[in-house]
């Protein structure tokens, strides 16, 4: 069983920034990767940035040069740094997690709560 814990959403005007974290916790031998997606009303959830354990990182063509994945592993902690935010970036942000339980376990998913996001002036 594993906890994400998200936080650092809220409404800025366009062209703002912010900062969103993820804290997981739980039986978790290691974490492969972590990531965040995105929904917007009337949209499927797509993927905005994701990074492994390794530091290689992906980023959705729309936010790159204006988002930033990080993550602390001694934390188990990711951060989407956000800027020149535009009111097309609002939506649902949902934070997700590969990792294993044992050495030996398949990968399993996990997704956290969501925290919104409003670009709104």
């Known amino acids: 069983q594993v906890q994400l814990v998200e936080s650092g959403g809220g409404l800025v005007q366009p062209g703002g920034s912010l900062r969103l974290s993820c804290a997981a916790s739980?039986?978790?031998?290691?974490?492969?990767?972590m990531g965040w997606y995105r929904q917007a009303p009337g949209n499927q959830r797509e993927l905005v940035a994701a990074i492994t354990s390794g530091g290689i990182t992906n980023y959705l063509d729309s936010v790159k040069g204006r988002f930033t994945i990080s993550r602390d592993n001694a934390k188990n902690t990711v951060y989407l740094q956000m800027n020149s935010l535009k009111p097309q970036d609002t939506a649902v942000y949902y934070c997700?997690?590969?990792?294993?339980?044992?050495?030996?376990?398949?990968?399993?998913?996990?997704w956290g709560q969501g925290t919104q996001v409003t670009v709104s002036s």
């Open positions: 739980g039986s978790i031998f290691s974490i492969f990767s």
């Open positions: 997700n997690v590969l990792w294993s339980s044992s050495r030996h376990s398949p990968l399993a998913g996990s």
